[in-house]
């Protein structure tokens, strides 16, 4: 999908927020709900504009396209396409580290997200990987855990 | 390869550094006691649960560490408490009517005070009727005049909300007294005073010990307290009955106490029982509370069970001027 | 009250507050830096530890830390586009630009440099205005407190500039994602799901985690390890010779201060908004608007400085009334109370050494956060070299165990990941964040007070627009809101005119 299509269909998915939000909005009781409402149809109002001007834009980049004859999309499509995926496993990585928190405590979460993390993004050295899965580690777990007393999560292995 | 296995040595060594529990003498407590608070630190409730958790060390012989764990007006706190471990090492302070209130505005489970085993009270904040320095009103019967007034407008009061036990007291004296303020919710005690010094409401509910030094220094008219007996550090405050001579329960004065999730054993709960006892009977820990004007009202196990238990049928009568209420906050 | 406060001085001798004020700003810094820390949670964590310490002692590490951690947020805003706390947000706005520029060391000197005047002036404005602040504050009633949140709010307009609709969106969508949680007069809750962990609201540091260091990670991940623009030649070696650039702009400085001063004085609206609001003035009043965003030396000493003159604001209302606007006052006041000290007009008499000791001390934090804050610049400066594979975990990690901090919850880090999705969206997008955020923080100020005020005319409307224009300090901001609007809009049409040049 090239770059101004995509912008189009943010303009059209912004627009079917703004709808969804006042439609929510307007569930709740009359006294609960004024402010929402009030901003849910500002939004609605910039979200139509924002659409109007996107679609104009998209023509222009259409014409453009069309006048140069460049049907293979700018360059940037292989870079934006990974930034999909890199974000897409940023936000993978969320549940996973909970889960092994959950499951086993908090020292192997963390080791196993670094290690993770640092194969995945190439960085494959195993002293320096280890050595600095450890050291995070260890400094995290003595900022957080000793020094802020924070509180521990209960774990499925070892109890707590 | 050799990442793999770097990897699996890294996991072992990261694992061996889990903390294990160390277990001193084999007696009750071994370990650092929790006592998780449901409210924010620097709070009425952090304030009375930190207080007695510094001094009830000497007592249990082992650190007492406070957690804070807010939000949702104490039910995500009150939740950890109930799913916490039922060996006696996690503690926690409640606030009453709110943990009451709680359950019965929001069918949440854990807010129930069947879900925990009281072990004593340690606190408690009637709510107090005020209006400011230089109002027209000198007494509470002034103020009710005033308020039973057809052709003026309703008069505003300012106290913590929505849905707190100010409010509730509010409604509660409402009933009783028959007449009808505009309660406008703030965010707190604090607040609440600050308008009414600003004169931008006539009245205010606020809590006893936070009205305390705005009354002593004459900035604030404290008219009655919402109470049995007077205020200890307010005497010359008359209670509402000694005010008005007519009754108004007392339901919204904020109890404070510590509890257990069920199930604990009985050795350790008794234990627990004993050392809070102790320490609301020493006089050094009343003197230093005092000092800082906190509130101090001690009740054992079974007579705050029974305070508890009273107070829920009270609240059933009486929740619903809440929804009532709510419709009075702002009417359009 | 001249031989008090010398009394008061007089405690400063002492090396344990120096020490305490020392060991306080440290920390503070530490605890600005990582994310997931904020000054709450700091100086909630050192109360107990002050329990053994004489008062004074133990308010000059509580203020240390207070300040300190409001200043360093700025350090990886600059470094890594990625706010520390809440407070540096509009230092991002030209920070982060001007470090990519090739002028860390100058961002990171302008920073340190304004909040500690910034700090300073308003711990001056705290000792000499204090209880005539104080009073005039009460006199701020919820009209008056929606008409400044209205006010506010406008400054997303400034915000958005050059993507004027994409801004405005943004700014909604902030004010609906502030709406989350329940309704601050009838109680009901709205958009929370079921999810407890949402009756409060969305948790706002959460979300500035989830809105800028998870966009950040993922541009890392994606940019690799391509050559950075370490320094440039301009930008010189010690931050110290930046101190006349700063001293020449006295009137930033001044304004700045002044603004934050007064954002402080206003009950639970934040550091954050202290910086817009100094930026957006700063904005209006420079002769060059159109270098804002691109690394403007102006915005950052405008930011800066006011978002850490809010402290001393902050502390108005606590030490000369009693009542906390802010969670950090709020953990004070226990603070206070624990020691057996009432705050208000007595702190000053009967405690007059403690009162004026602790006002002293935070003078002498705000200055100790030069030297301390730049040591601190200079190491974490390196950070930038350290490679993406190994960083982008680091953070993403620090993200996650920070979140959970907050209030020991998962479902927040789940929440801040969420909010994530939305950041990186913004990003890909182009649609500026700043108005988001001030949209999230200002948002529950509009509508408490807004609900408030029409309470207090038990709902009608016709006489609550009627006290806004009669009440003389609502007819006061409704005015300068008004101006500002209408300058913003010639601005705008100026800066539209010169792009289209």
């Given at each position: 999908m090239r770059p101004h299509d995509r912008s189009l269909l943010f303009a059209v998915v912004l627009l079917v927020l703004a709808v969804l939000c006042l439609s929510v909005a307007f569930t709740y009781p009359y006294d609960s709900s004024g402010f929402p409402r009030g901003v849910s149809v500002v939004f609605l109002i910039f979200a139509i504009v924002h659409l109007v001007t996107s679609m104009k834009d998209w023509k222009g980049q259409e014409n453009l396209d069309e006048a140069s004859n460049d049907g293979n999309g700018s360059a940037s499509g292989s870079g934006a396409g990974r930034a999909w995926v890199a974000a897409l496993g940023v936000f993978l990585s969320a549940p996973f580290y909970i889960l092994l928190a959950r499951l086993f405590d908090f020292e192997i979460a963390t080791f196993v997200y670094l290690v993770a993390g640092m194969y995945l993004l190439k960085m494959r050295r195993p002293f320096v990987v280890v050595l600095v899965a450890i050291g995070t580690l260890l400094v995290v777990k003595g900022l957080f855990f000793y020094l802020l007393d924070v509180s521990r999560a209960p774990t499925l292995v070892f109890g707590g | 390869m050799r990442f793999f296995a770097a990897a699996i040595v890294g996991l072992l060594l990261a694992a061996v550094l889990t903390p294990r529990e160390n277990e001193g003498?084999?007696?009750?407590?071994?370990k650092p006691v929790t006592l998780i608070v449901a409210y924010s630190p620097g709070g009425a409730v952090d304030t009375i649960g930190r207080a007695v958790a510094t001094h009830l060390e000497t007592y249990l012989g082992q650190r007492i560490v406070v957690r804070n764990k807010p939000g949702a007006g104490g039910e995500i706190g009150y939740r950890s408490l109930s799913a916490a471990n039922p060996d006696g090492y996690t503690l926690g302070m409640i606030t009453a009517p709110p943990i009451l209130m709680l359950d019965m505005l929001?069918?949440?489970?854990?807010?129930?005070?069947?879900s925990f085993d009281v072990l004593a009270s340690v606190q408690k904040d009637p709510v107090v009727i005020a209006v400011g320095a230089d109002s027209p009103h000198g007494s509470l019967r002034d103020l009710l005049q005033a308020a039973r007034d057809e052709s003026s407008k309703l008069i505003n009061v300012a106290g913590d909300g929505p849905l707190s036990n100010n409010q509730l007291q509010l409604a509660v004296a409402e009933k009783e007294l028959d007449v009808n303020f505009n309660f406008v919710p703030f965010n707190g005690s604090g607040p609440s005073i600050a308008a009414l010094l600003g004169g931008q409401v006539e009245a205010a509910v606020p809590s006893a010990s936070s009205v305390t030094n705005y009354v002593k220094r004459g900035d604030v008219r404290a008219l009655a307290v919402f109470a049995d007996e007077r205020y200890e550090f307010l005497p010359d405050i008359p209670t509402v009955v000694e005010a008005t001579g007519v009754d108004v329960p007392g339901i919204g004065a904020a109890v404070r106490g510590i509890v257990l999730p069920r199930d604990v054993p009985i050795a350790n709960k008794q234990l627990l029982a004993d050392a809070i006892e102790n320490l609301m009977a020493d006089e050094e820990f009343k003197i230093y509370v005092r000092r800082a004007g906190i509130p101090l009202h001690y009740m054992g196990a079974e007579e705050f069970d029974a305070y508890l238990l009273d107070l829920e049928r009270q609240l059933t009568a009486y929740m619903p001027l809440l929804s009532g209420a709510q419709d009075n906050g702002a009417p359009r | 009250m001249f031989e008090d406060s010398l009394l008061g001085l007089a405690t400063l001798l002492d090396p344990a507050m120096i020490a305490a004020i020392a060991v306080g700003v440290t920390c503070g810094i530490l605890i600005g830096i990582l994310p997931g820390l904020t000054s709450t949670l700091g100086v909630a964590l050192v109360i107990p530890i002050t329990f053994s310490m004489p008062p004074q002692v133990g308010l000059a590490m509580l203020g240390g830390i207070y300040v300190a951690s409001t200043y360093s947020g700025a350090i990886t805003a600059v470094l890594l586009n990625i706010p520390g706390t809440p407070a540096a947000v509009a230092t991002l706005l030209d920070g982060y630009p001007m470090g990519r520029n090739g002028e860390p060391t100058r961002a990171l000197a302008l920073s340190t440099f304004g909040s500690a005047v910034g700090g300073m002036i308003s711990v001056i404005a705290l000792l000499l205005l204090g209880p005539a602040l104080a009073k005039v504050s009460l006199l701020f009633g919820p009209p008056e407190y929606f008409l400044l949140a209205v006010f506010g709010i406008t400054v997303i307009a400034s915000l958005s500039a050059g993507a004027m609709i994409k801004g405005l969106i943004a700014g909604c969508i902030g004010l609906l994602m502030s709406t989350v949680g329940y309704h601050p007069l009838t109680g009901t809750m709205r958009f929370t799901f079921g999810l407890p962990a949402l009756y409060d609201g969305i948790p706002l540091v959460a979300a500035l985690i989830g809105l800028y260091s998870v966009p950040e990670v993922v541009d890392m991940i994606v940019r690799g390890?391509?050559?950075?623009?370490?320094?440039?030649?301009?930008?010189?070696?010690?931050?110290?010779?930046y101190l006349g650039q700063v001293i020449k702009q006295t009137g930033n400085l001044i304004r700045s201060s002044f603004i934050g001063l007064i954002v402080g004085i206003i009950p639970g609206v934040g550091a954050s908004v202290g910086g817009f609001v100094a930026y957006d003035a700063a904005k209006r009043a420079s002769k060059r608007p159109e270098r804002f965003g691109k690394g403007s030396a102006e915005g950052v000493l405008a930011c800066e400085t006011g978002n850490n003159a809010v402290t001393g604001g902050t502390l108005v209302p606590l030490l000369?009334?009693?009542?906390?606007?802010?969670p950090v006052t709020a953990v004070m006041l226990g603070g206070l109370m624990i020691h057996g000290l009432q705050p208000g007009a007595e702190l000053f008499t009967a405690n007059a050494d403690i009162a004026f000791g602790f006002i002293f001390s935070l003078f002498l934090s705000n200055l100790l956060l030069i030297p301390i804050g730049l040591v601190f610049a200079k190491y974490c400066a390196q950070i930038v070299r350290v490679p993406r594979a190994i960083l982008a975990p680091i953070i993403l990690l620090l993200s996650i165990v920070g979140t959970y901090s907050?209030?020991?919850?998962f479902e927040d880090v789940l929440i801040m990941f969420s909010i994530g999705a939305i950041g990186f969206l913004c990003q890909r997008f182009s649609i500026p964040r700043a108005p988001l955020v001030l949209g999230l923080v200002l948002g529950t100020l509009a509508e408490s007070e807004l609900e408030r005020s029409l309470a207090l005319v038990s709902g009608d409307i016709g006489v609550f627009v009627l006290q806004l224009v009669t009440r003389p300090i609502s007819l006061g901001i409704l005015l300068l809101s008004i101006y500002a609007v209408y300058q913003g809009v010639v601005q705008h049409r100026r800066q539209s005119r010169l792009l289209d040049q």
């Open positions: - | 003498s084999s007696d009750f407590p071994r929001r069918q949440s489970k854990h807010g129930e005070i069947a | 390890d391509k050559k950075k623009s370490v320094q440039n030649e301009r930008d010189r070696k010690s931050p110290y010779r000369t009334l009693g009542i906390p606007g802010n907050i209030r020991s919850s």
